[in-house]
Structures are given as C-alpha cells and as structure tokens.
C-alpha cells in the first residue's frame, strides 16, 4: 500500500512541475512578442535620421551677382496708368553702349572727361543703374532703346543724387509728367505742393542691397507746381525747392 501511495505522490509532482514549465514557457514567449512590439523593430548602425535642416541664408556672393529691381510707385493719374523702378545691375551689361556714360560723380573716368569704359575692357568695379519711367503703358525715352534711364554707377554704393520732371515729351514740361527725386541719405519723405494749394507726398524707397533710392510723385497736365519738400524721419525738412514750375 505505500507504494502505491508513494507513485501517486510521485506522478502529481511531476504534473506540478511539467505545469509549472509550461507556465514558464508562455511567459517567456508572451514576453518575446511583448518585447519588440514596445521596443520598435532594432535599428542597424547607419546614422540617426537627419533633423529637419535650418533655412540657410542666400550666399553674399550670390546676392551681390544678381540683378536686383524694384517698383519705387505706382499709379493712376489723367486716366494713365504709371510706375517708376529702379533696377540695379552689378556688372554693367555687354551690351550697354559704352559711349556717354558717367560713374557717378569722378569714378572710372578718363582725363577727358568720359567714362573710361570705351573700347576697352569694363571695369568690374562699375555697375549700371536703372530708372526707367512709364506713363500709360510707355516707357519715356524710350526712342533711346533698351538702356533708356540707366547710367554707370562705383558698385552698390554710389552717391547718387537727382531729380527731375519726366513725361513722354517736351522733356517734362507739359502733359502728364511724373517728378522723380533721388534723395540724400537720411531722407524718408517728400512734399510737393501745386499752385492751386494741393498738396501730394511720397514715401522714399530704397533699393534692396544697395544705397539707392528714389521717390515719385504724378502732376496730371496743366498742373504748375509750386514747391517740393524733402522731410527725414523726424519729420524736420531738408530741401525746399520753388523752381520746378
């Protein structure tokens, strides 16, 4: 009789521990399939993912060689659409004429008196500057061809100053004109007053990348101006001007 007990005993420890074993071994393998789902899937030995690159500013080499063009004003005036812009070459263009251009006051000019541009090699260091004025679809001047408005300028910082009446003819004195000034630094706004008390007033704008700058105001035909005023941002004037009449 012990014996039979003694295999009873025997035979239920070892259901126990083949229960047992098999619990282990669902845990193992629950754990095993848990594991990678928690973990993601194993990353080989490349190179972590790049983080998203930062915006790298233009090249200043590359900003300094392009062409740069802006539209100082526009609008409407007599029933005409107008505009005036200022575009600037870095380099003056090979097919810019290379009789009767002027760099800005003395730069790149020979003893007579010329450019210094002539048949010869151009000088890297002379740029081209452009105003080109339109009144009602029509660039003025531009019986001139393509570089009607432009003129040799030192580089991006020439001392340019100017200012004048344009109009498709009687070289501003008559029909629809526009007053085009090329301010000192320094100056923010302009005034110009009519005979009969009007009074208009323009935002000076400068050309993105370099010192040049320029304002516009539109005179419709059989207007006579009295007065232009130039103001800096303090509102203090600069000029006072009564002879374009």
């Not at 790298?56 to 100082?72: F, G, T």
């Not at 090979?94 to 760099?103: M, N, Y």
């Not at 200012?163 to 004109?177: F, Q």
Request: proline share 7%; aromatic share 4%.
């Amino acid at each position: 009789m012990q014996a039979i007990l003694d295999g009873a005993r025997a035979r239920r420890s070892r259901r126990t521990i083949v229960t047992a074993a098999a619990g282990t071994l669902v845990a193992a393998v629950t754990a095993a399939v848990v594991l990678p789902l928690l973990t993601g899937p194993p990353q080989d030995d490349g190179p972590p993912p790049a983080a998203s690159s930062p915006s790298v500013s233009p090249d200043p080499d590359a900003l300094e060689a392009r062409e740069r063009s802006r539209v100082i004003r526009s609008g409407s005036i007599d029933g005409k659409e107008w505009s005036v812009t200022l575009t600037f070459y870095p380099h003056v263009p090979d097919d810019f004429p290379s009789t009767d251009t002027d760099a800005g006051g003395k730069a790149g000019r020979d003893t007579d008196g010329g450019s210094g541009l002539g048949g010869g090699p151009r000088s890297e260091d002379l740029s081209l500057l452009c105003q080109r004025v339109f009144i009602g679809g029509v660039q003025v001047d531009h019986q001139a061809g393509r570089w009607a408005g432009c003129s040799v300028v030192a580089g991006e910082a020439d001392n340019v100053q100017a200012a004048g009446l344009r109009s498709l003819s009687d070289k501003g004195a008559s029909g629809t004109r526009i007053f085009v000034g090329n301010p000192a630094s320094g100056t923010a706004t302009a005034r110009l007053t009519l005979d009969g008390g009007t009074v208009r007033t323009a935002q000076v704008v400068t050309l993105p990348g370099t010192s040049y700058r320029a304002f516009a105001l539109p005179i419709a035909d059989g207007e006579t101006i009295a007065s232009v005023d130039t103001f800096d941002g303090q509102g203090n004037r600069l000029t006072h001007e009564t002879y374009w009449d």
